[in-house]
């Protein structure tokens, strides 16, 4: 009788280095099918002035609403750098919702066409040991290890450089929001940088 012995193969672990660009990848992949249905019975509301589209996410997101902040189809220009993407159906209760405080948007639009499709306000770019977030003219960059901030650029606001003193060295966890700290619209580009950035690390 003849017996087989199934030979074992050794089993190596991925290392560290290997472990977190999978994670980066896995991140990509998540956002691209993100992004493939994130029109689908979508409208975005169309304001003025940049200041209204702040004021006007503050609201809705505290009343419990699904919105986000984009930058405007290039086939709509108002002046404002931002619009504000809403699910479709909840048009009325939006648009009362803002009237409500006062906020009378330009006009709401349907994203029915591939011209009508909002910016997405993000860009994301992978440098191995470190990962940059970009939120309009706002950059913040972090060690992928640690979480630490490493770099805060862009703006040319007055308050950007107190930004970066405040922030940089500092891990998310530990550094202060710039909402709490800044005062102009860079402030509100890297607060945006930052949520993203804190998201992306908490998958």
Not at 73 to 86: H, K, N, T, W, Y
């Amino acid at each position: 009788m003849l017996i087989f012995r199934r030979k074992r193969k050794d089993i190596s672990l991925p290392s560290k280095k290997n472990r977190n660009m999978s994670i980066f990848k896995l991140i990509k992949q998540k956002n691209k099918k993100r992004s493939a249905g994130a029109n689908q019975d979508r409208g975005i509301v169309v304001f003025e002035h940049t200041s209204e589209v702040i004021r006007a996410e503050s609201i809705l997101k505290d009343d419990g609403w699904r919105i986000k902040v984009m930058g405007p189809p290039p086939e709509i220009r108002s002046g404002c750098d931002l619009v504000i993407e809403f699910p479709l159906i909840e048009e009325l209760n939006i648009l009362r919702t803002l009237r409500r405080d006062g906020i009378v948007p330009l006009k709401t639009v349907p994203v029915s066409s591939p011209l009508l499709q909002p910016v997405d306000l993000f860009q994301i770019k992978d440098f191995g040991r470190y990962l940059m977030v970009r939120a309009a003219n706002m950059k913040l960059t972090i060690e992928k290890e640690t979480s630490s901030i490493v770099n805060i650029s862009g703006g040319g606001c007055p308050d950007v450089p107190y930004l970066a003193q405040k922030m940089v060295g500092k891990s998310l966890s530990e550094a202060p929001s710039p909402r709490e700290i800044g005062h102009t619209l860079c402030g509100y580009a890297l607060q945006l940088a930052f949520e993203e950035t804190t998201r992306i690390c908490c998958l």
